[in-house]
């Protein structure tokens, strides 16, 4: 049974506990949804060390390891900004604008793949991307790895990270490395989180009715789990479909990954940790406001005209997902070296 | 007497004791050149507070003080990398090229104006530049202000910082807090400073030649006093003109500043501090490797064809001009609102 098959069965089976006293609904949403772990790292499949880590956070506010040494992965997710670049689609080499929303990467470890579309399983395949996308950081695998051989300090980072590998300076290292550093940015703590803890007062009463009203009007069926989303695939318009600004024609989601026809504008239900602060929203970055988001995915997705004070309060409950922000020390990088490839400004295809 | 003249004085004072024993370097040392302090906002004339510095800090980092909502002061001066951004010359709005290259930020307090040129007389009239420049930021300081009042959090970070102003939100008070922040970025305890403090040891036989060659070949006539320059003003090219590529011919430098003709091809001697991790090189950032660099200022500013041996010391000397580099935490910022002006990526001009 695929997650998102799961999950509406879940909710199916819990429906008629729904709804009625806090306390049941305390009951339901610790079934249905879980608290973000104090350390992201856990979550990978791998044990991953300090110099690692470390490695990673160098790597993540490493301008050069883009073509123009001008764009590091924090460009776009940065770590003040709840993870992302807050416009609608990033800007990358050249001034080029990306084709997506760039989603946060805080509690992204804990998605079930990467990507609007899931086409990366997991941050270490979806790290080698952004680098290599033309519109993006615009660089190649075998610049990468000449820009890190050639300064020492990197050079010896990658050694204590990997020393049981041979050529430690790899471009599956770089993007390794910079999985073991993301996996740290979780954002425990938050209000909801307290509450699913026992804390049923971190939530007042607008915010419950809003959690009671995300879990009746038929959110929580895709957006549950730890990352009240991220978990599952489900087609954008699925009763009705938006217009064509939030909802461009071209992009036509998941299909592009699996060639199948039933996949054609479906996307990653988007987590919504921190949603109040990685506006604006969709895959299109074209909505501002997280009550107008709420109101579209209630036409578009249950079918529901939703009046203004259900908006409100399930705006409410949604900016109780804010978590601690991780506090992260900007890096101090290596200098470069004579061998080190030089800045490339230009936009003509490499 | 200007400050040129003064030092020209001051070394020709010198020259006698220059060039002999050890202690006479150290002595001539120290009359030339001073240690970084441990506190650079001690040099502002006026006493800045941890709310100032704090607000500055979010300032820095800030990507909503540019209209594209993507370049804040930390992209051309990063923290990361010496202060700069170590591009020939920054990339802005709309992929466009700035005339010159980014000084670094760190310790710009403690000379005596900003910009190749000095036409800004410190770092608050230097901050409101790049914001309004069109190649740069491309904003409007009525844009920024808007922006900045848009969000709670920066309101009271504002009131906090200048509680005696009846309109703390001012581009002004931008400038301000930037400048205040600024200041605390200061690399002190090189080994250069550690010699100056009497640990002689310090530099290496190598680098106290280097030193030596330093004073006696001339270069210390205009890189003096504690940040090696940034003191005063001298042609580029005083003895033979470099190539159009390193001086390229329509930058008049602060000819442009004076509209005085002895003022064409005039520069504020170039900082040295943390020369090593700045490259590259001259303020048209065409010179990537510090042994040209030295061999062409010999060569344009002192008539003297430095040989490989000496252009090896002064640039091993030049190395211990690295300080200890500030740890700066990334800051949390806040999130924009619905007042919060949209980012505009246009090119147009606005």
Redesign the interface.
């Known amino acids: 049974m695929s997650p998102s098959r799961i999950a509406s069965a879940l909710l199916l089976a819990l429906c008629p506990l729904v709804g009625h006293a806090d306390d049941t609904l305390h009951a339901t949403a610790t079934t249905l949804f879980k608290p973000i772990p104090e350390r992201g790292e856990d979550a990978l499949a791998r044990t991953v060390t300090p110099a690692e880590i470390e490695l990673g956070h160098m790597l993540f506010?490493e301008?050069r390891l883009s073509r123009?040494?001008?764009i590091s992965c924090?460009?776009c997710h940065?770590?003040?900004?709840?993870g992302a670049?807050?416009?609608?689609a990033s800007?990358g080499h050249?001034?080029q604008?990306g084709p997506r929303n760039s989603p946060t990467v805080f509690n992204a470890v804990l998605n079930i793949a990467q990507f609007w579309d899931g086409r990366a399983q997991d941050l270490m395949e979806q790290a080698k991307g952004p680098i290599a996308a033309s519109v993006e950081m615009n660089n190649t695998p075998e610049r990468v790895v000449a820009t890190l051989r050639s300064m020492p300090a990197y050079v010896e980072a990658f050694a204590a990270a990997y020393p049981d590998d041979p050529d430690p300076v790899s471009f599956d290292n770089v993007a390794r490395a910079l999985e073991a550093f993301e996996a740290t940015l979780v954002t425990p703590n938050a209000p909801f989180d307290r509450y699913l803890a026992g804390e049923t007062d971190a939530l007042d009463a607008r915010e419950r009715e809003g959690l009671r009203l995300f879990v009746d009007a038929g959110c929580a069926a895709c957006h549950n789990g730890v990352n009240l989303g991220g978990m599952a695939y489900f087609p954008f318009g699925v009763v009705q479909r938006p217009g064509a600004e939030v909802l461009p024609e071209g992009d036509k989601g998941r299909f592009v990954v699996t060639q199948t026809a039933s996949d054609e504008y479906v996307f990653r239900a988007a987590p919504l940790r921190n949603v109040?602060?990685t506006?604006p929203y969709f895959h299109s970055g074209e909505v501002?406001?997280l009550e107008e988001a709420v109101a579209i995915m209630g036409s578009s997705q249950l079918g529901r005209e939703l009046d203004a004070g259900e908006v409100g309060a399930i705006a409410a409950f949604l900016r109780t997902l804010t978590g601690e922000?991780p506090?992260?020390?900007?890096?101090?990088?290596p200098?470069?070296t004579?061998a080190t490839p030089?800045?490339d400004?230009g936009?003509a295809e490499h």
Chains 1, 2 share one sequence.
């Open positions: 506010f301008p123009s040494h001008v924090n460009t940065n770590v003040g900004t709840g670049d807050n416009v609608p800007i050249g001034w604008r109040a602060l506006a501002w406001e922000q506090r992260i020390e900007h890096p101090l990088l200098p470069s004579a030089r800045p400004h936009v």
